[in-house]
Structure formats: structure tokens, C-alpha cells
């Protein structure tokens, strides 16, 4: 499976930015899908994982209610809509894809597959 996340970028504390991330090579609706984060000095963090339907998500304490994870099967795409941002929010974002779709996990051990990330920066 091939991951190419884009659509990080630079904006201001309070804004909103829409992530992306297009799979190839393998059944795309089979696969749980997921967004991490890592910031400068910090460890890889989980932001919001979805299951291969789409009906089963989970975030991170730290996103909830500013961040939605979605799916479009027929396009081969995740995203990740994230509203009100703030200067913590800052970090190089990557999707994830876990071959056991039926679960959205929290842990990065669980995924097997791993785009080359995206950075976001909010200013303040």
C-alpha cells in the first residue's frame, strides 16, 4: 500500500485546514485508516482513526470536537477536517492504513503502512 498525504500548510491559530491522504495498491475499503501526529522533540502521537466502513471512529482527547476523520472508498482517500487550530497542533501529520479494517486503532504499532507526512504549522 502506497500513502500520499497532503494538504498541511500554514495557517493561523483559530483556523481550519483539511488533510488528505490517497491509498494505492491494495483494496482501499478493506483498510482501517488512521492520522498521527509528531511535533519536534515529541513522540509519534495518535490524532483519529476509521474503520474500513467508515461508521466507526475514535480520536485523541486532545482533537475532539475540532477534528473529523472521514472516507471516500470510491476515491481511495481519508481525511482529516481540523477546525479551531491551535499552536499545539503544530507537527508533521501521517496517515496510517491497518489491514485488519474492522477496527480503528489508537496504537502506531497496530499499522502497517505509513505515508511520508504532511507538515502543519499554526501560527499564533
Known amino acids: 500500500v502506497q500513502l500520499q498525504a497532503s494538504g498541511g500548510g500554514l495557517v493561523q491559530a483559530g483556523g481550519s485546514l483539511r488533510l488528505s491522504c490517497v491509498a494505492s495498491?491494495?483494496?482501499?475499503?478493506?483498510?482501517?485508516m488512521g492520522w498521527f501526529r509528531q511535533a519536534p522533540g515529541k513522540e509519534r502521537e495518535f490524532v483519529a482513526s476509521i474503520d474500513w466502513s467508515g461508521k466507526t471512529t475514535d480520536y485523541a482527547d486532545s482533537v475532539k470536537g475540532r477534528v473529523t476523520i472521514s472516507r471516500d472508498n470510491a476515491r481511495n482517500t481519508v481525511y482529516l477536517q481540523m477546525n479551531s487550530l491551535k499552536s499545539e497542533d503544530t507537527a508533521v501529520y501521517y496517515c496510517?492504513?491497518?489491514?485488519?479494517?474492522?477496527?480503528?486503532?489508537?496504537?502506531?504499532?497496530?499499522?502497517?503502512?505509513w505515508g511520508q507526512g504532511t507538515q502543519v504549522t499554526v501560527s499564533s
Open positions: 495498491g491494495r483494496t482501499f475499503s478493506s483498510l482501517a
Open positions: 496510517a492504513a491497518d489491514t485488519y479494517g474492522v477496527q480503528p486503532q489508537p496504537y502506531p504499532d497496530e499499522y502497517d503502512y
